[in-house]
């Protein structure tokens, strides 16, 4: 069979399908599965040994664009189309592809543009993901797969962030720490204080060497709120999302606020600890290796972007460092013990 998967954005959203390739390797193994995505997001999938062929379209390309990859996909004869992002664009994609099968989740508000609504299933992002395979897998258990993401980071672009590293220093048997604390919203972004606390405590406690990362746009958050770093706590340098990636996958530990350097961490097998606001723990994956904290406020998970408690959003900034600490030992003690 001929495959082609769906997700434009975010780059998390990416992240959280690349197992699919895999899945559909294990049931299919002579099938050509290929991959579309907004071109700033092809790194994620890059060097994925179960992905054929890398398809891109623009964000802003408008009609022009859409036709075009409109009429490449229906000249790669795809049998099966399989839409994980699911908005207009895709629906139109999915639905003039040719495909014989266009798949879609069964809650999805277009299935009239697909003939495949596929059952949703409760878990992880990863074990949501996959509903959109069950049509193509024999006996179809959630349970029985493998709903873990990952990423293949090239090896110059490994090369590139050992080089980063070494600018700071950092080698390879550091207790290397990355540090995410950006966020587009307010009720998912834990105070840049209290990261702060965190990095100074880890490099105290367990001489740790901490990096702070951010994405595009974002270093002026860093920058606008410190003005020198304490001793071994670094601003990484601004990079793409290929040496990004990689960066991230030396870590041997990965503190931040559920978002995509969460997802990247954890698909290359970093332990991950995540400080959750208005969203879901679902969000993490269900492993000894990856945690969360939180406030644990009558009202979350609100799910919501504006706090209806206070602009000040308590879950974020009443909830600081000493209400981690002690669950943040427990799992670097439980991390080393496993190493």
């Not at 997700?7 to 050509?32: F, M, N, S």
């Not at 599965?33 to 992905?51: C, G, S, Y």
């Not at 859409?66 to 994980?84: K, P």
């Not at 990261?195 to 001489?207: C, I, Q, R, S």
Request: hydrophobic content about 35%.
């Amino acid at each position: 069979m001929k495959f082609l998967l769906i997700q434009l954005y975010q780059t998390g959203d990416v992240v959280l399908t690349t197992h699919i390739p895999r899945e559909l390797k294990k049931y299919h193994p002579d099938a050509e599965i290929d991959f579309l995505t907004f071109r700033a997001n092809k790194p994620v999938v890059e060097n994925n040994p179960h992905i054929n062929r890398i398809l891109t379209t623009e964000r802003k390309g408008g009609i022009k664009e859409m036709a075009r990859i409109i009429a490449e996909v229906r000249r790669n004869r795809y049998d099966a189309v399989l839409d994980f992002h699911n908005n207009p664009r895709t629906a139109y994609i999915s639905f003039l592809s040719g495909a014989e099968y266009k798949v879609c989740y069964g809650n999805s508000p277009r299935k009239f543009f697909y003939n495949t609504p596929c059952k949703m299933y409760d878990g992880c992002p990863g074990v949501i993901k996959l509903a959109l395979a069950a049509p193509f897998i024999k006996n179809f258990d959630p349970a029985v797969l493998n709903a873990k993401s990952e990423v293949f980071p090239s090896a110059m672009a490994s090369a590139n962030a050992d080089e980063i590293l070494r600018s700071f220093g950092i080698t390879g048997s550091d207790f290397l720490v990355t540090l995410s604390p950006t966020h587009k919203r307010d009720t998912r972004r834990w105070k840049f204080t209290h990261f702060m606390d965190t990095a100074e405590y880890l490099v105290k406690e367990y001489g740790a060497k901490v990096l702070l990362t951010y994405g595009p746009g974002e270093k002026n958050y860093i920058t606008d709120r410190i003005d020198t770093l304490p001793e071994n706590i670094f601003l990484m340098p601004q990079v793409g999302l290929s040496e990004f990636i990689a960066v991230l996958g030396k870590a041997k530990l990965h503190i931040g606020n559920d978002s995509a350097p969460h997802h990247i961490a954890t698909a290359q097998n970093v332990p991950t600890f995540i400080v959750i606001g208005s969203t879901s723990p679902h969000w993490v994956f269900p492993s000894p290796q990856h945690t969360y904290a939180n406030a644990g406020l009558d009202c979350q998970p609100c799910l919501k972007s504006v706090c209806r408690i206070s602009p000040d959003i308590p879950c974020m900034s009443q909830f600081g460092f000493e209400g981690i600490k002690e669950k943040l030992d427990d799992f670097i003690r439980k991390q080393i013990s496993r190493s």
